[in-house]
């Protein structure tokens, strides 16, 4: 055994004197055959310091080592299969380049695949992967601090990111995957997901059957959909950050059939729909609770079919949406509540007043937007959003109160201030050249018609004329 593990590392040695009188840039390539003979030499729970280089082909891992490749290791799957497979329980790979997988996906070839549990892939950087990493019943699993970027295909064809099937107690934080279909978690329970960033992806992170999971701080934007819940309950929902989340779905947060939510302190801003609810809770005895989040520039702030019933919104701020909150379909949201203990909503088109400052508006809010009603009948009316049209039909329902719909819900205390809103990395905006602009001409226009009431001769109409 330690003949061959000599004669590894001479061979090794030789390649790196080899390169060294070359003169050459780019290190010569090797068979990850060397670094599965490493391991095969090594006792087990033992550290691999892979040497330098790039090793290609595909590697399987039988034994409990850890492999570290001290970020200057390259492992390259030559597009065949995946280039890193786990067979094995507590390995750990950290410190690596792993790239080209195969892209056939019928066989979905990752750039690492786990399929024995306690693993734990950190700090590694996976390119041009069809899936990135994939976990297979491997339970007490970490994926920590890994950058991921999936093949460059069509969104329907890609791979996951990180995906994870029958995988209880995981904790998935710190890692940024770019380019992929999915992050996605089949029948995993008890899962801890915090601090990552999801760009360029169909969904962010996509639940479908895991329970009694935990996702916060982390930053999904530009996506089709940020977070989506199907059939997952128990789930806690806090301090993420969900941005610019436009497909054809475009939810920031989308659940489906979902019992015990909480939804607090996240942003969800600019997104085609902040909040999407259908049919959650689905089950007797069963509660949402949405509370303290931002809800601002979305088209449409909440949006839920009308048999969503048992969610509780309170201290939500729903900013400048073209929509604060809408049907899927007809229907009202009268089986939910919007206030808890005596404070509601802030809702940014509220006309009422709060005489007692108490920070509480003195009349309900009730949105009664007849254009609103029209859209969920008639969706492909949102050409018009913002037009002379929507604004003469608002009008006329003012002007005639009979056509005024029902209102789509009603918050009895809703708030005369939205809530604070914590950013990372904001700072006061100083006031622009047409900031100052403005400032002055307000004040002359002040000035003015203080003038104007002191002196009222100097409008008076000519003479032979009257008013």
């Not at 067979?87 to 024995?116: L, N």
């Not at 939810?251 to 049919?279: E, F, P, Q, S, W």
């Amino acid at each position: 055994m330690r003949s061959i593990t000599i004669a590894i590392l001479a061979s090794l040695l030789m390649s790196s004197v080899a390169l060294a009188t070359s003169g050459a840039r780019e290190p010569t390539s090797r068979s990850v055959a060397l670094i599965g003979a490493m391991i095969d030499a090594a006792d087990p729970g033992s550290t691999i310091h892979v040497p330098a280089g790039i090793y290609t082909g595909n590697l399987i891992i039988t034994k409990p080592i850890t492999l570290d490749g001290g970020d200057a290791t390259v492992f390259d799957g030559l597009g065949q299969g995946t280039v890193i497979d786990v067979r094995a329980q507590r390995v750990t790979v950290r410190r690596c380049v792993i790239r080209a997988s195969g892209k056939d996906v019928t066989g979905e070839p990752a750039a690492v695949r786990v399929s024995a549990g306690s693993a734990t892939i950190e700090s590694n950087t996976i390119e041009d992967a069809l899936f990135g990493i994939d976990l297979r019943e491997s339970p007490d699993s970490i994926i920590r601090d890994n950058s991921i970027r999936c093949k460059d295909l069509d969104p329907g064809r890609r791979g996951d990111g990180i995906r994870l099937w029958w995988s209880h107690g995981c904790v998935i934080e710190d890692n940024t995957v770019r380019g992929s279909r999915d992050m996605v978690f089949w029948y995993s329970e008890n899962l801890r997901i915090r601090r990552n960033t999801v760009t360029d992806s169909r969904y962010g992170l996509h639940f479908m059957y895991s329970h009694d999971t935990v996702l916060e701080e982390n930053v999904l934007t530009g996506n089709s959909v940020g977070i989506y819940l199907m059939y997952s309950n128990r789930i806690t929902l806090r301090d993420n950050r969900l941005t610019n989340n436009r497909g054809a779905s475009g939810y920031g947060i989308g659940l489906k059939d979902c019992d015990d939510i909480t939804v607090t302190g996240n942003a969800l801003l600019a997104n085609r729909v902040g909040m999407y609810i259908d049919n959650s809770p689905s089950s007797i005895g069963s509660t949402g609770l949405f509370k303290s989040n931002m809800v601002a520039f979305n088209e449409i702030g909440l949006l839920a079919t009308p048999n969503t019933h048992d969610n509780v919104f309170t201290r939500n701020s729903f900013v400048e949406n073209e929509e604060p909150a809408a049907t899927h379909g007809r229907g009202r949201l009268d089986s939910n509540v919007f206030a808890k203990d005596g404070a509601g909503n802030y809702w940014s088109d509220y006309a009422g007043f709060d005489l007692d400052h108490d920070g509480i508006g003195d009349l309900a809010y009730e949105p009664r937007s007849l254009f609103g009603a029209m859209l969920a009948r008639e969706p492909n009316l949102r050409l018009f959003v913002h037009s002379p049209a929507q604004r003469a039909i608002e009008f006329t329902a003012r002007a005639l109160p009979e056509l005024r719909p029902e209102p789509t819900l009603t918050d009895p205390s809703p708030l005369a201030l939205p809530q604070d809103l914590k950013l990372t990395g904001a700072h006061p905006r100083r006031p622009t050249a047409m900031g100052v602009l403005a400032l002055l001409l307000l004040t002359f226009a002040g000035g003015l018609a203080f003038f104007l009431a002191r002196n009222p001769g100097v409008i008076a109409p000519p003479q032979g004329v009257t008013e």
